[in-house]
């Protein structure tokens, strides 16, 4: 298991530098800059700026210079939030991203698990269909069609929420439900067909015909193999929903990572769009590695090298 | 149960215990005042800023000489008490109050404004805004480093190395002497200087070349005794202008020129120095935290010099740029000020009547229009430019797209400028357009090329641009498509020329036509048309240097009158604001610059609560946050 992380970790040093690459020359061949506004700046003033930020150097000199700062874990400062280093952006924003990611993925989890378990159960009756239903428009609507129904009905006709803002318990509450509805809407589906699919095993035949109740044949001995999916499912959704939504956070104005990572990169704000995408790629890497893992655990046919 | 089972309910229980984490911060004491600030702030050191919101906030954090009047914006006295202006206009001399201080407790003087204004040319500052001192004798030269220098030019070279005994982010050490001549090519020159009758050589960088006799210096610049500003003595200050300017005054108070506390600056260094518990400020608000993309919290300053003046206690200003967002808070009391709301719903609003005591939009200095490029053809025709000016219906598109009651524009330089009527161009005239474009060459727009009016991706500069087509089509028989491009593509395209026809606006910064007009001189950053005029730039440069103010207006009516014969640009509309305010707040005047200092705004507390549920959650109580309770009383301030 040791070797299994060490490795993983090595490929993941070698992605970061791939990436970084890639999003480094990628950056700098859109045209526009940092600089750019409503208002052109004089040559010369704009020839200061430039020197101050070293991007008047030849871009390979910039390219090398950046990665020696990558690899000391220094990402600069934000070309547009000036007051800041990168470093201060993200552990300002990826707290805030983080706990209403968690709460989106709780509620996305038990909702999606529970409705996947009965309809599965209870295939073809009516609360399957209803279910069925309700996650297919899950996955159909986009998020802020659901936001807009979520403030139309919480906010003006049942005043219960604040329309927006971070801060209070009160305030996180519609944006999880909206950001975590999608994602409980695909659980819910996922679940279902495996749950299907395990049911039909000769394992649960045996479970069944031991005199089991069904609670316990389904508890113990379908769901564990059920979760595989879901759970592989599970590794690149925590890290897109830990990262930040951007249309969430806007509607909601919520101080997150996600409006950082949009606009940085709109914004030509170089330093802040790489320390976000790197970001991304840490995480993503380690959900995926957690999965693996966790299929050790939950397969007992699975083995780690 | 094997430990497999559970794991599906120990990953419910987690993520439900994770709920209680995500409660991650404490409820804040309510603000007196909320408003909302649309973007975040770039940074609050004003040397580095231009926008809207950054000077939302480093205009009430800190105070310059002069101060703007709140609803005529006529500058008043602000740290300076009072002023002598020279007969030639060019030489003013400003008295400062005694009382000024720094939120340190110590006095705001005269070598501080030296010290800001010498920070905010040097060009190792970045300042964007550098421009805005230009005005000054040699400021420009000062702020080009070591391409505004000449041989003979009394020159500082500043070292890498700090002088001993000096804070950890002072300059260097300065040394002045005479420039004799500039050895070297473009990118490695090397100054030979006199210094007490010794010529040396400088090189700029790290290191010197000791061999050649060579020494490092971090850069070599025009002496800034050179500069037009000078402390006569700690509460007197003296400012050399290049040419009369009437608006001087005004940009006082404009975020580029205020004090900066030069402690506070050399003792952390950039930018740590505005960090909340940092930050040394002497406006009438200081800064009590910030959180990116959510809120600056500001408190009073019970340091400011005027103190009595200041009405609310605490305010917040909230980073949000979505219109729905804002309105929503706005609608459900959250905030009392919003700078903008949704098309739909203004319209709506507008027509209904229904927020007439917080929706009033009133014309500010701002001008909608699109650029031509006049190195294309046909645009390069100005028969063909004045075709497609008159041949729009501006009406229709203040009407469609904008809905405000945004005002049609028939001149560069906006209405509502005293004493200055802008020399607009005859209105729409179909038939007259049609005449012109058949003069050109192109009867019935046969054989006119397509044009392409390029636009940055938002839904109301679409609109505008596709009822301009439609126009254009109808009107003069032309073809047009349009282009949208992301900002940054379209500031490049716009740059590079790659455009036929685009769109484009203008703010001023100052309540005078030559915001406006400045920028159409051949080759100005902003002109981006192509279009160059000898007797406009030779007009423009002569109001620049006139003293009587009649016969500068007049040159200033000359030159807009050339600008709209040659039409290089199309005014489609006049900006008005779209504040909204709730109705008890007081001290909230709709100006021509659209500036709302804070310090001015006040709560009504017997005038009902307008929208929603009322304004505020709990008592407006104040409250204090951050920072040390404040020591001592101060002296009752002395006004003049």
Redesign the interface.
């Known amino acids: 298991m040791l070797k299994f992380i060490f490795v993983r970790l090595l490929w993941m040093a070698i992605t970061l530098w791939v990436v970084f690459t890639l999003t480094f020359f990628l950056m700098r061949s859109?045209?526009?800059?940092p600089?750019?506004?409503?208002?052109?700046?004089?040559?010369?003033?704009e020839q200061?700026?430039l020197?101050?930020?070293h991007l008047d150097e030849p871009l390979f000199q910039q390219y090398l210079r950046e990665l020696g700062n990558v690899a000391r874990f220094d990402l600069g400062?934000s070309f547009?939030?000036?007051?800041?280093t990168v470093n201060?952006?993200i552990a300002?924003?990826l707290?805030?991203s983080a706990?209403?990611g968690?709460?989106a993925?709780?509620f996305a989890?038990?909702l999606g698990?529970v409705a996947g378990i009965t309809s599965a159960v209870r295939r073809g009756s009516a609360a399957d269909l209803v279910l069925m239903s309700l996650a297919t428009i899950g996955i159909a609507l986009p998020n802020f069609v659901i936001a807009g129904i979520a403030?139309i009905l919480f906010?003006?006709l049942i005043?219960i929420f604040?329309?927006?803002?971070?801060?209070?318990?009160s305030q996180?509450v519609l944006p999880a439900l909206c950001l975590g509805a999608p994602h409980a809407a695909d659980v819910a589906r996922i679940t279902r067909t495996s749950m299907l699919d395990i049911l039909s095993q000769d394992h649960i035949r045996t479970a069944r015909a031991k005199g089991l109740s069904k609670l316990r044949v389904v508890?113990?001995h379908a769901?564990?193999g059920a979760?595989l999916p879901v759970v592989s499912y599970l590794g690149p959704a925590t890290a897109y929903i830990l990262t930040g939504s951007l249309v969430i956070e806007?509607?909601?104005?919520i101080?997150g990572l996600g409006?950082?990572f949009i606009e940085a990169s709109?914004?030509?704000d170089y330093t802040l769009a790489m320390g976000c995408v790197l970001l991304y790629t840490v995480i993503l890497f380690t959900m995926n590695m957690l999965v693996d893992l966790s299929y050790s655990?939950?397969d007992p046919r699975v083995e780690l090298d | 149960m094997s430990m497999r089972a559970w794991l599906p309910l120990l990953m419910v229980v987690l993520g439900l215990s994770d709920v209680a984490w995500a409660v991650l911060r404490v409820q804040l004491p309510p603000a007196d005042f909320t408003f909302i600030n649309e973007t975040e702030v770039k940074s609050l050191d004003w040397a580095v800023v231009t926008g809207i919101p950054e000077h939302r906030i480093v205009g009430n954090i800190f105070e310059g000489l002069t101060r703007l009047d709140a609803a005529t914006l006529e500058p008043l006295p602000g740290v300076a008490e009072r002023w002598e202006i020279s007969d030639d206009k060019k030489t003013y001399t400003f008295h400062l109050r005694k009382n000024a201080k720094w939120s340190n407790g110590k006095p705001v003087t005269a070598h501080d404004f030296i010290y800001s204004l010498q920070r905010f040319l040097d060009p190792q500052t970045g300042a964007e805004y550098a421009y805005q001192a230009w005005y000054l004798v040699n400021a420009r030269r000062y702020s080009l480093g070591e391409k505004g220098l000449e041989p003979g030019d009394s020159v500082e070279i500043e070292l890498n190395e700090r002088p001993t005994g000096a804070r950890p982010f002072a300059r260097g050490e300065l040394l002045h002497g005479k420039l004799v001549r500039v050895e070297g090519a473009e990118q490695d020159r090397v100054f030979v200087v006199k210094i007490d009758g010794r010529e040396r050589k400088f090189r700029t960088g790290e290191k010197g070349d000791e061999a050649a006799g060579m020494e490092p210096a971090k850069q070599v610049l025009l002496d800034f005794r050179e500069v037009g500003a000078r402390a006569i003595d700690d509460y007197t200050l003296e400012m050399r202008l290049e040419n009369p300017t009437p608006f001087w005054l005004e940009l006082l108070n404009y975020h580029a020129l205020l004090p900066v506390n030069q402690e506070c600056i050399e003792t952390y260094g950039s930018p740590e120095w505005t960090y909340a518990e940092n930050i040394v400020t002497n406006g009438p608000y200081r800064i009590a935290f910030r959180r990116i993309r959510d809120r600056i919290r500001l408190v009073k300053n019970e340091r400011y010099w005027d103190k009595q003046r200041v009405k609310l206690n605490v305010i917040d200003a909230l980073a949000i740029n979505t219109q729905v967002t804002m309105f929503n808070l706005f609608t459900t009391g959250k905030v009392d000020w919003i700078t903008d709301l949704p098309a739909i719903v203004l319209r709506g609003l507008l027509k209904s009547g229904a927020a007439r005591d917080e929706l009033d939009p009133k014309p500010y200095l701002g001008t909608y229009y699109f650029l031509l490029n006049t190195r294309r053809k046909p645009l390069d025709d100005v028969r063909v430019r004045r075709a497609l000016a008159l041949a729009l219906d501006r009406e229709e598109i203040t009407r469609t797209a904008t809905g405000a009651g945004e005002v049609p524009a028939y001149s560069l330089v906006p209405l509502g400028i005293s004493g200055y009527m802008p020399e607009q161009f005859s209105t729409e005239n179909v038939r007259e357009a049609q005449r012109l474009l058949a003069e050109a060459g192109y009867p019935d727009g046969i054989g006119f090329p397509k044009l392409e009016i390029l636009y940055n991706t938002q839904q109301a500069h679409q609109t505008i641009a596709q009822l301009v087509r439609k126009q254009w089509e109808k009107n003069l028989g032309i073809t047009a498509s349009t282009r949208n491009e992301e900002w940054g593509s379209y500031q490049t395209s716009i740059r590079q020329f790659e455009f036929d026809v685009a769109r484009r606006a203008w703010i001023a910064d100052y309540i005078d036509p030559n915001s406006h007009l400045d920028i159409m001189v051949t080759d100005g950053e902003n002109n981006n048309t192509g279009w160059s005029n000898a007797e406009y730039d030779r007009l423009i440069a002569a109001a620049r240097a006139e003293t009587d103010e009649n016969k500068r207006v007049e040159l200033f009516h000359q030159a807009e009158r050339i600008l709209m014969d040659e039409m290089p640009l199309i005014p489609i509309y006049y900006y008005v604001d779209k504040n909204m305010v709730k109705s008890d707040v007081r001290g909230f005047y709709r100006n021509p610059l659209d500036q709302h200092p804070l310090s001015a705004i006040w709560i009504d507390e017997a005038a009902a609560p307008t929208g929603g549920w009322g304004r505020r959650t709990a008592s407006p109580q104040s409250i204090e946050v951050g920072g040390p309770a404040e020591p001592r009383p101060l002296p009752p301030d002395v006004r003049e």
């Open positions: 859109v045209p526009g800059g600089f750019d506004s409503d208002r052109r700046l004089d040559p010369e003033i200061n700026m020197r101050r930020y400062y547009k939030l000036r007051d800041y201060n952006v300002e924003g707290p805030i706990a209403l968690i709460l993925l709780s989890l038990t698990l403030i906010v003006f005043p604040p329309a927006a803002g971070w801060g209070s318990l996180v508890w113990g769901l564990p979760l806007q509607i909601f104005a101080p409006s950082h709109l914004q030509r655990l939950l």
